[in-house]
């Protein structure tokens, strides 16, 4: 299985910020498969931002779920990420990661910057 992130490298505050996650090698409908963003603020640990299940249900930090939200298309097999009103705190590399049951896999992440 395979992820790839995709989205801008720079966002100004108080944006809105999507990011996209692109699988291949699994279907992100497989039953039990969940399909997590993870982010890592520079020098910080990491940290679960939530996530959207096979069946679509959704599962959010209570830390951001009131500026989170994730989303699929299954047709391209894909999952996102969308942060709105970011601040410079938001800056992190960012990664989407596969929960399956047993095993992970994780995208190379993706580096974003939130400054003005």
């Known amino acids: 299985v395979q992820l790839q992130e995709s989205g801008p490298d720079l966002v100004k505050p108080s944006q809105t910020l999507s990011l996209t996650c692109t699988v291949s090698?699994?279907?992100?409908?497989?039953?039990?498969?969940?399909w997590n963003w993870i982010r890592q603020p520079p020098g910080k640990g990491l940290e679960w931002m939530g996530a959207?299940?096979?069946?679509?249900?959704?599962y959010y930090s209570p830390s951001l779920e009131n500026h989170t939200s994730i989303s699929r298309d299954t047709a391209k097999n894909q999952f996102s990420l969308r942060l709105d009103s970011v601040t410079p705190e938001d800056t992190a590399v960012y990664y989407c990661?596969?929960?399956?049951?047993?095993?992970?896999?994780w995208g190379q992440g993706t580096q974003v910057t939130v400054f003005s």
């Open positions: 959207i299940a096979y069946d679509g249900s959704t």
């Open positions: 990661v596969i929960d399956g049951r047993g095993w992970d896999a």
């Open positions: 090698g699994a279907s992100i409908t497989t039953t039990y498969y969940y």
